[in-house]
Antibody, heavy 120, light 110 residues
Framework: QLQLQESGPGLVKPSETLSLTCTVS??????????WVWIRQPPGKGLEWIGC???????FYNPSLSSRVTISVDPSRNQFSLEVTSVTAADMAVYYC????????????WGLGTMVTVSS | QSVLTQPPSVSAAPGQKVTISCSGS????????VSWYQQLPGTVPKLLIY???KRPSGIPDRFSGSKSGTSATLDITGLRTGDEADYYC???????????FGGGTKLTVL
């Protein structure tokens, strides 16, 4: 069963860049039938779709975050990554990576999530 | 403000049935598949329903989904206290070119 694992700093200073990586195990990130997603959930709040990337490198971002977000993929490491620039307290959340199915868009596999705190 | 609209909360007694609605538009639910996710307290969201009305392996048939026009519905029958969770609908929005979620509905089993 394919698994996803987020990794990265749990603490980021305001105005700096948040960087997270999702490692795909027991499966290939180069699948043409799936794509790779970042989602976040602020404490006590709902889910927010950040963006996604296909194995081709094509990306789609939430318009509300697109000016600060970059998602990239490294097939050689079976990883995809998230960068959010100029973070503020509003970016504090649990960040999840997930796998989406092309054409039907359900997210069938999720990572355990990683909490990112924004504080000086 | 979520693109998809869900009631913030619903409640019902054990054994009863509850319905959770998810309202969207022609740029999302109206033309795309809807999925539903269950997030038990302190856990990772789990896919509950995909392609509007299909259940992944291991999801009991007490959970069912449907879609009509620009709205979708999640029905849960034979409620159990273990069903207490937050439920989210999700789909793709062809105007925004991104995935979208509803704001979530907290289910309380009284």
């Amino acid at each position: 069963q394919l698994q996803l694992q987020e990794s990265g700093p749990g603490l980021v200073k305001p105005s700096e860049t948040l960087s997270l990586t999702c490692t795909v195990s027991t499966g290939s990130i180069s699948s043409t039938t799936h794509y790779w997603v970042w989602i976040r959930q602020p404490p006590g709040k709902g889910l927010e779709w950040i963006g996604c990337i296909f194995s081709s490198g094509t990306t789609f971002y939430n318009p509300s975050l697109s000016s600060r977000v970059t998602i990239s993929v490294d097939p050689s490491r079976n990883q995809f990554s998230l960068e959010v620039t100029s973070v503020t307290a509003a970016d504090m959340a649990v960040y999840y990576c997930a796998r989406g199915k092309s054409g039907v868009d359900d997210l069938d596999i999720w990572g355990l999530g990683t909490m990112v705190t924004v504080s000086s | 403000q979520s693109v998809l609209t869900q009631p913030p909360s619903v409640s019902a007694a054990p054994g009863q049935k509850v319905t959770i609605s998810c309202s969207g538009s022609s740029s999302n639910i109206g033309n795309k598949y809807v999925s539903w996710y269950q997030q038990l307290p302190g856990t990772v969201p789990k896919l509950l329903i995909y392609e509007n009305d299909k259940r992944p392996s291991g999801i009991p048939d007490r959970f069912s989904g449907s879609k009509s026009g620009t709205s979708a519905t999640l029905d849960i029958t034979g409620l159990r206290t273990g069903d207490e969770a937050d439920y989210y609908c999700g789909t793709w929005d062809t105007s925004l070119h991104t995935g979208v979620f509803g704001g979530g509905t907290k289910l309380t089993v009284l």
